[in-house]
């Protein structure tokens, strides 16, 4: 890899260095825009006790649902915990921390960390548990709560001519960031498709190192830059992947006539 070509020969290079124990940001929209390679690649490193942060945890054998099953993760952040059955078992008996997040206040928190942002004020939460505490975090294996969430600072501001009630939501920063984007240069600069651009930029500002796999590498200049969504400048590590599986979370039929 010379001047500014992040790319990088596999998945396994690319994850090398994430030891145990570390904080992971991953990107991904429910079963979009997931990172499969690199989730595999880590499934097969090895690396345990992970702290991973997601807008969810994928579905019982893909996404994070592997590392899930293979015991890896130690706790997820995440908006939305559906659709996987190992992540319910898990978290009911004590095996998996949850730090259960509103889905937009995720996504800025992630957003701030990669602006260098320490914290903002939201109303999302005000008056419930997210803003005063209580949200089981972990449980006892006797399914009592082991850990709860703590209360958050309130703080009232003039908004529009109204005064309301505001929370204070920390900026998440990670120790590294999987995402996965349909078209990437070798200068890092990505572009996501549709809905797996709800979280991918995000999550990959938020990593302190980010690695990316793209279906598609581009010489630097071939993206037009109306069209880039997230600028080389928080990508430190580029693998091509080709075409790659592509799941559906869950099918709708609709029934015909006749």
Not at 154 to 175: C, K, Y
Request: glycine residues 12%; aromatic residues 6%; hydrophobic residues 40%.
């Amino acid at each position: 890899m010379t001047g500014l070509d992040k790319t990088v020969g596999s998945a396994a290079e690319a994850v090398a260095d994430i030891p145990d124990g570390a904080s992971i940001a991953v990107g991904g929209f429910g079963l979009c825009g997931i990172p499969m390679v690199l989730i595999d690649a880590l499934l097969e490193s090895g690396v345990r006790d992970l702290a991973v942060v997601s807008n969810n945890c994928g579905v019982d054998d893909w996404g994070l649902g592997v590392l899930l099953a293979a015991r890896r993760i130690r706790k997820m952040t995440s908006s939305y915990v559906g659709e996987n059955r190992e992540f319910e078992r898990q978290y009911l008996s004590g095996e998996l921390e949850l730090e259960l997040t509103p889905q937009g206040t995720l996504g800025e928190k992630l957003r701030a960390g990669g602006s260098g942002i320490a914290a903002f004020f939201t109303r999302t939460g005000v008056g419930t548990m997210v803003a005063e505490g209580g949200l089981p975090r972990r449980y006892a294996a006797d399914g009592s709560v082991a850990l709860a969430s703590p209360p958050k600072q309130l703080q009232t501001f003039e908004v529009g001519g109204v005064r309301q009630e505001f929370v204070l939501e920390e900026a998440i920063s990670t120790d590294f960031a999987l995402v996965h984007a349909e078209v990437g240069d070798r200068a890092g600069n990505l572009r996501f498709h549709a809905s797996a651009r709800n979280f991918s930029p995000v999550a990959a500002m938020a990593g302190r190192v980010c690695v990316a796999q793209v279906e598609r590498l581009v010489e630097p200049g071939e993206l037009a830059p109306d069209d880039i969504h997230l600028p080389g400048v928080y990508v430190h590590r580029l693998l091509e992947v080709g075409d790659v599986e592509k799941r559906v979370e869950r099918f709708t039929v609709a029934r015909t006539e006749g």
